[in-house]
């Protein structure tokens, strides 16, 4: 078992923060029929496998859960100091304006 360290820490919230679900699952759709298939877990990249909780036979179905994005998030603004005091309006107001720019580019 690996020692945490503040970098493989990161990279756990980093997986979990930032997984795309759309990476790991694909919805397909046959006329009325639809139908969720989900990549072997042999294809998928290291941060996604890191961000897979769990993967079971339900009662409708196979079952995929990912780790809690937001708590992720939430965590990662903590440890980079995203909420210290006095930085956190210019350093959100420049965050938000990178993505409105982002946003606005896909247009």
Known sequence: MRQPTKKNLLEQL???AFADLGRICTVETDGDMQAIHIKDTSELTKPERLALCQIKAGTRGIE???YDKLK???MIARLTGLFEPGDENEELR???D???ER???RD
């Open 14 to 16: 980093s997986a979990a």
């Open 64 to 66: 995929v859960k990912l």
């Open 72 to 74: 992720a998030i939430e």
């Open 94 to 96: 420049r965050l938000f």
């Open 98 to 100: 990178e993505l409105a």
């Open 103 to 105: 946003d606005t580019d």
